[in-house]
C-alpha cells in the first residue's frame, strides 16, 4: 500500500469515530430491540442516514452523543 493512502492522527480518529452502523449492530451494542432503535430515531435522539431502498445507517458518533447525554452521574437523578 502506497504511504499516501493511509490515515494518520486526527484523521484517521474521525474515520473511526463516524464510522456508519446499522440498526441491528446498535440493538445488540445497548442490549435493546431494532424497534427501539427506530423509535430513537423517529424521536431524534439518534441521527439516522437514509441510504436508498430501506437501507439506514447510523454513526457512531451520534450513537456516542446519545448515550453520553442519557448517562446521569449517581446522586443526579
Known amino acids: ?3 499516501e493512502k493511509l490515515h494518520h492522527g486526527r484523521e484517521a480518529m474521525n474515520t473511526i469515530k463516524d464510522e456508519l452502523l446499522t440498526r441491528k449492530e446498535i440493538a445488540a451494542a445497548c442490549k435493546c430491540s431494532v424497534l427501539t ?3 430513537l430515531e423517529q424521536a431524534g435522539k439518534l441521527e439516522a442516514l437514509r441510504l436508498g ?5 447510523i454513526r457512531r458518533s451520534s450513537l456516542e452523543k446519545f448515550l453520553n447525554e ?7 437523578a
Open 37 to 39: 432503535v427506530i423509535r
Open 53 to 57: 431502498a430501506g437501507s439506514v445507517r
Open 70 to 76: 442519557s448517562i446521569t452521574p449517581k446522586g443526579q
Open 1 to 3: 500500500m502506497r504511504p
